[in-house]
C-alpha cells in the first residue's frame, strides 16, 4: 500500500542517469540528422517564424 501511495501518478517512472545518458547519445545525432535534411530545415525554419512573432510580445 505505502508504494501505491508514493506513486501517485501511473506514468512516473525513475530512470538511472546511465538510461537516460544512453538514450540522449543515441538521439542526439539523429535530431542533428533530421535538422540537416530538407524537411528538417523546412520544419525549422516554420517553427522559428511561428515562436519568434511570440517573443516579440
Known sequence: MASQEKRQNPYEIELPKS???SFARFLAPEIQKFYASEQ????????????????EE
Open 40 to 55: 528538417g530545415q523546412k520544419e525549422l525554419a516554420e517553427w522559428e517564424k511561428k515562436y519568434s512573432d511570440k517573443s
Open 19 to 21: 538510461i537516460i545518458d
